[in-house]
């Protein structure tokens, strides 16, 4: 009887062991699928750097405004080492202004350098626009379509921030219909320093009407599959937002300057 039971006992203590090392694995596996803490914090700050991006193309965040570092912490759900990172990536966008010892501040629109952004831009969208009638597919030009008749539906709703989401995806996505790697790096360059601007630009007299226009003809120019009229409309829109913006930041002037 002692030998059966001490077997059943060395029997028992095998399967607990075998369930005990198999537990021991479990726990041992599962942190290989989790992300390491630093990736998770990456992720953090780049949420955080979105939001802010967002507030400060909106005007959320005023130009020349100092931020305060307790307040956003709090208005973003993040601490403050995340929110630093964040803000060193909107630096490099030129949206923030880090000085040393001192708060950051919201960047100002610099004036002096809208004409040549603009510039820059309707040439890399005018290329894009000819490369794209002719390399685009026919689902490429019909997701386009669906997004043309989303971005007239947001500008007879008078909703202007869903307009705004919109009307940026259809020209990324002219400029991924292009199938050109350098074109689309560089366009990810410098529309980030644009975004503020083309909102801006959106305030100014007729222009958000003119531009829902302007977008049909040039979506009616790719599906046509004209590439030179794709991408002269679409260069010369580019080129208008950049005078409107001007426009809307000479009438700011003026009124702060009468005041």
Request: aromatic share 2%; proline share 3%; hydrophobic share 40%.
């Amino acid at each position: 009887m002692r030998q059966y039971f001490g077997q059943a006992n060395g029997a028992e203590t095998g399967k607990m062991n075998l369930s005990g090392e198999a537990r021991v694995q479990q726990k041992s596996e599962a942190p290989r699928g989790r992300k390491p803490p630093k990736l998770k914090r990456m992720g953090l700050h780049e949420r955080a750097a979105a939001r802010m991006r967002t507030m400060i193309i909106r005007g959320e965040l005023a130009p020349g405004s100092q931020t305060q570092e307790t307040k956003l912490s709090k208005s973003l759900g993040v601490s403050r080492t995340p929110l630093r990172e964040a803000m060193k990536v909107l630096a490099a966008e030129g949206l923030i202004e880090l000085r040393p010892n001192r708060s950051p501040r919201i960047a100002d629109i610099a004036v002096d350098s809208i004409s040549e952004l603009f510039e820059a831009l309707a040439g890399i969208e005018r290329l894009a626009a000819e490369l794209a009638a002719e390399r685009a597919t026919d689902r490429d030009l019909a997701r386009l379509r669906t997004l043309q008749t989303r971005m007239e539906g947001h500008h007879r709703s008078g909703k202007l921030d869903d307009y705004f989401a919109i009307n940026g995806e259809i020209h990324s996505m002219i400029v991924r219909m292009a199938r050109n790697t350098p074109l689309r790096e560089a366009h990810e360059t410098l529309i980030s320093r644009a975004e503020r601007a083309r909102y801006l630009a959106l305030g100014a007299d007729r222009r958000w009407s003119n531009s829902v226009d302007e977008h049909a003809d040039i979506l009616a120019a790719l599906e046509a599959r004209d590439g030179e009229a794709a991408g002269r409309l679409l260069g010369a829109h580019v080129h208008r937002t950049g005078t409107a913006l001007l426009e809307v930041l000479a009438t700011s002037n003026l009124k702060r300057t009468a005041a």
